[in-house]
């Protein structure tokens, strides 16, 4: 991850939360730039298979896999709204692979992120809208 779009990222996160009057806990906060400039450089940030085949191949421990899931998930339903399926379909996988991630990652984040995933989703879009139209063609 390039430190140019971590720090493009806050800006744009710290920005986003003094237009809206939204703020996330730090941590969340900051899980969100990261997500955002990990994956915006990405071309491959879709799964191989389709997105109930990555959820049913999850198993325990589930660690990194259910993580990854519930990021591309919160990425694209952030970022790209109108994609595929819809909304509520990427956003309950989300939430529910953040969920298995709380059995052996953080425990606290994860859940806040399965528990607050569609706000934290509405946050990114309102976050992304204004980049995606007027800096970078996606």
Partial sequence: MKDEYTSAFYDIVKEATVTT????PVEVESYVVMLLADKIDSPNFLPTTSFAEEFMKLKR??????????????F?????PEYGMGIDYYSNLGKASYDMATDTLNI???STLSGHFDFIRKFINITITPVKTTRWQF
């Fill in 61 to 74: 421990p589930y660690r990194t896999n259910a993580k990854e899931l519930g990021d591309t998930c919160l």
């Fill in 108 to 110: 606290e984040l994860f």
């Fill in 21 to 24: 009057g939204y703020q996330l």
């Fill in 76 to 80: 694209v339903t952030g970022v790209f």
